[in-house]
């Protein structure tokens, strides 16, 4: 055969350097002991006992990795774009509206694409596997995740852990091959590549899964595959490109992304000096797991064997010998009395067993926990009825001390992630961002209404934007909303704040019922408004009947003036009349 056919791509042989490193350095198989000491398959590799006793697990890393999970995961989080600068004021307005508006676009996105549930699967890869990978990609005008698996991704330089300062990045994946010949013509269309047809039929499916997580269940797949690379590589513009190859031929010829970035961020649980991948929170604790579960099994096999009473049993003077295992049974003996059965059948004193062992498994248990800060303090086996939850969170807050790191690296991973979604936007969103705002003004009656209206950021601004991101976190564990609901109650208490101020600063998911709270203030508000109305009618109703009766009492004052009057004027005549007789 020609050896022109055997000739593979410039990807292809970049992926076989990454793939030899990384086997010299034992990733695949160390990426799977973890994996396989996390889920409870501890035997693997190693020689069972020959007795009759079964291997005994007692997994203590899948708790440990799941409190440490829960301690990284407890904390709700928000992608917040702060302006870095302005030339004046109205200038510092519109950043600020546009980074609103960014806030708000990019965690929809990340809430539409799921990518809340990648995270945290990425976290569960890095703890138990030191390392998880996210990669973003726009399709239909909107931005996705998806996780890459450790062992799927090649750096240029795998001593350095700064994915943006890698010379180029490989990442594998397995596809049937019907679709990747059809994929390759699909390209071939579009003018990515000018393979031929026999090229194209050239492509043939391989046994590559060797380097796959999961391996395991991939010996037996069920259309042909083959494994296809795709190369990011920053170019000599600054700009990333991109090529996508099998073993024998180049799918797509690179192609500008027009992006600065490369469109990935990982998250590594501990980082270790000189290597990309870091160091996962198992590998410390295999061997005391692994001699955790021999001491377990000795135990068992011990207690097996010498901690019953054993029968013996002179067989030869028993007529039915099977009776000897029956509950209940008659014994038949031979050519002796029944007062002399003692003589052939007897128990053997079980024999007692060393407590050292117990001790041994007991004390690597309760100390493996501990020097992982996962022990019964740490993981909240606290009685919440004997503590205050102040005090019980301050317990557990000293003893999250040793996860300062992973909460670190958690919170630059997460900036990471916002910084390609943006530099996706920028470069992918041709028209811009469409949005809407919403606006609050006063209305006729002095009251704050508040409606929606569109609000547009355009390409150009968004290239010319210099942004910080910010990434803002909440504890949310259920000792911390318990230590708010006691300080808002004392205030209550105190008198420094009333009961709707209490309601409206109750965390969400708190043990008061906020919601039922609510509803009983809405009721309040709306029995004073009623009050307040019936209030007014009666202000109203006394205001009219004391009008009427004051109109009232000014005609009959008025009556009575002009009666008062006449008899005046009467009384004059009378007294002249009698002054007059007076004088005559």
Same mark, same amino acid.
């Given at each position: 055969?020609?050896?022109?056919?055997?000739?593979?791509?410039?990807?292809?042989?970049?992926?076989?350097?990454?793939?030899?490193?990384?086997?010299?350095?034992?990733?695949?198989?160390?990426?799977?002991?973890?994996?396989?000491?996390?889920?409870?398959?501890?035997?693997?590799?190693?020689?069972?006992?020959?007795?009759?006793?079964?291997?005994?697990?007692?997994?203590?890393?899948?708790?440990?990795?799941?409190?440490?999970?829960?301690?990284?995961?407890?904390?709700?989080?928000?992608?917040?774009?702060?302006?870095?600068?302005?030339? &004046?004021?109205?200038?510092?307005?519109?950043?600020?509206?546009?980074?609103?508006?960014?806030?708000?676009?990019?965690?929809?996105?990340?809430?539409?694409?799921?990518?809340?549930?990648?995270?945290?699967?990425?976290?569960?890869?890095?703890?138990?596997?030191?390392?998880?990978?996210?990669?973003?990609?726009?399709?239909?005008?909107?931005?996705?995740?998806?996780?890459?698996?450790?062992?799927?991704?090649?750096?240029?330089?795998?001593?350095?852990?700064?994915?943006?300062?890698?010379?180029?990045?490989?990442?594998?994946?397995?596809?049937?091959?019907?679709?990747?010949?059809?994929?390759?013509?699909?390209?071939?269309?579009?003018?990515?590549?000018?393979?031929?047809?026999?090229?194209?039929?050239?492509?043939?499916? &391989?046994?590559?899964?060797?380097?796959?997580?999961?391996?395991?269940?991939?010996?037996?797949?069920?259309?042909?595959?083959?494994?296809?690379?795709?190369?990011f590589e920053r170019m000599s513009?600054?700009?990333?490109?991109?090529?996508?190859?099998?073993?024998?031929?180049?799918?797509?010829?690179?192609?500008?992304? +027009?992006?600065?970035?490369?469109?990935?961020?990982?998250?590594?649980?501990?980082?270790?000096?000189?290597?990309?991948?870091?160091?996962?929170?198992?590998?410390?604790?295999?061997?005391?797991?692994?001699?955790?579960?021999?001491?377990?099994?000795?135990?068992?096999?011990?207690?097996?064997l010498g901690a019953y009473p054993?029968?013996?049993?002179?067989? &030869?003077?028993?007529?039915?010998?099977?009776?000897?295992?029956?509950?209940?049974?008659?014994?038949?003996?031979?050519?002796?009395?029944?007062? &002399?059965?003692?003589?052939?059948?007897?128990?053997?004193?079980?024999?007692?067993?060393?407590?050292?062992?117990?001790?041994?498994?007991?004390?690597?248990?309760?100390?493996?926990?501990?020097?992982?800060?996962?022990?019964?303090?740490?993981?909240?086996?606290?009685?919440?009825?004997?503590?205050?939850?102040?005090?019980?969170?301050?317990?557990?807050?000293?003893?999250?001390?040793?996860?300062?790191?992973?909460?670190?690296?958690?919170?630059?991973?997460?900036?990471?992630?916002?910084?390609?979604?943006?530099?996706?936007?920028?470069?992918?969103?041709?028209?811009?961002?469409?949005?809407?705002?919403?606006?609050?003004?006063?209305?006729?009656?002095?009251?704050?209404?508040?409606?929606?209206?569109?609000?547009?950021?355009?390409?150009?601004?968004?290239? +010319?934007?210099?942004?910080?991101?910010?990434?803002?976190?909440?504890?949310?564990?259920?000792?911390?909303?318990?230590?708010?609901?006691?300080?808002?109650?004392?205030?209550?208490?105190?008198?420094?704040?009333?009961?709707?101020?209490?309601?409206?600063?109750?965390?969400?998911?708190?043990?008061?019922?906020k919601p039922i709270l609510e509803?009983?203030?809405? +009721?309040?508000?709306?029995?004073?408004?009623?009050?307040?109305?019936?209030?007014?009618?009666?202000?109203?109703?006394?205001?009219?009947?004391?009008?009427?009766?004051?109109?009232?009492?000014?005609?009959?004052?008025?009556?009575?003036?002009?009666?008062?009057?006449?008899?005046?004027?009467?009384?004059?005549?009378?007294?002249?009349?009698?002054?007059?007789?007076?004088?005559?």
């Open positions: 055969m020609d050896k022109e056919e055997f000739k593979t791509t410039a990807t292809w042989d970049l992926y076989e350097i990454g793939r030899n490193y990384n086997r010299r350095l034992n990733m695949y198989s160390e990426g799977k002991e973890n994996y396989d000491y996390y889920h409870g398959r501890q035997w693997e590799g190693i020689q069972k006992p020959k007795s009759q006793a079964e291997p005994i697990t007692m997994n203590i890393i899948k708790p440990i990795v799941k409190y440490k999970l829960g301690i990284i995961n407890q904390n709700s989080f928000e992608i917040v774009f702060n302006p870095n600068g302005a030339q &004046d004021r109205e200038d510092l307005q519109r950043i600020k509206d546009v980074t609103e508006g960014l806030s708000q676009f990019v965690n929809k996105a990340w809430e539409k694409s799921q990518s809340g549930k990648t995270v945290r699967a990425i976290v569960k890869n890095a703890c138990i596997n030191s390392e998880g990978i996210i990669y973003f990609y726009v399709e239909d005008n909107t931005i996705l995740s998806e996780e890459i698996d450790k062992n799927n991704i090649y750096y240029g330089n795998e001593n350095s852990s700064d994915i943006q300062e890698q010379p180029y990045i490989l990442v594998t994946y397995r596809k049937p091959i019907k679709e990747i010949k059809q994929k390759a013509r699909d390209y071939r269309e579009k003018g990515l590549n000018n393979l031929t047809d026999e090229e194209i039929n050239s492509i043939i499916s &391989d046994l590559d899964y060797e380097e796959q997580q999961g391996k395991d269940f991939m010996q037996q797949e069920v259309s042909p595959m083959c494994l296809v690379i795709m190369r513009d600054g700009k990333v490109w991109v090529s996508e190859s099998t073993k024998t031929c180049d799918l797509i010829a690179p192609q500008s992304t +027009k992006c600065e970035m490369y469109p990935f961020a990982h998250f590594v649980w501990e980082e270790e000096k000189g290597y990309a991948r870091g160091v996962s929170e198992i590998r410390g604790l295999i061997d005391n797991q692994r001699e955790l579960n021999k001491t377990a099994t000795r135990r068992a096999i011990a207690v097996k054993k029968l013996v049993v002179a067989s &030869d003077f028993i007529k039915n010998r099977e009776a000897l295992s029956q509950v209940g049974a008659t014994i038949e003996v031979n050519g002796m009395k029944a007062d &002399d059965v003692r003589t052939i059948a007897n128990y053997l004193n079980p024999a007692m067993i060393s407590p050292d062992a117990y001790n041994l498994q007991n004390d690597l248990m309760i100390n493996t926990r501990q020097l992982a800060g996962a022990g019964d303090t740490a993981t909240g086996q606290i009685d919440p009825e004997r503590s205050s939850g102040k005090a019980i969170l301050a317990i557990q807050q000293a003893a999250q001390q040793p996860l300062n790191e992973q909460l670190e690296n958690y919170k630059y991973f997460l900036e990471d992630c916002a910084r390609v979604m943006f530099e996706l936007i920028k470069v992918y969103f041709l028209k811009g961002l469409n949005l809407h705002r919403t606006v609050e003004q006063y209305n006729e009656l002095g009251n704050v209404e508040s409606y929606d209206e569109p609000f547009s950021i355009s390409k150009r601004e968004l290239e +010319k934007m210099d942004l910080d991101i910010k990434i803002d976190i909440t504890p949310t564990t259920a000792y911390d909303r318990y230590a708010q609901e006691l300080s808002l109650e004392n205030l209550l208490l105190k008198g420094i704040i009333n009961f709707e101020e209490y309601v409206s600063s109750l965390p969400e998911g708190s043990a008061m019922p509803v009983i203030i809405q +009721k309040r508000k709306e029995a004073k408004a009623e009050i307040a109305k019936i209030q007014q009618r009666m202000n109203a109703m006394q205001g009219a009947m004391q009008q009427a009766v004051m109109e009232n009492e000014g005609q009959m004052m008025g009556g009575y003036g002009n009666e008062m009057q006449d008899v005046s004027e009467g009384g004059n005549e009378s007294f002249s009349t009698f002054g007059g007789q007076a004088e005559a």
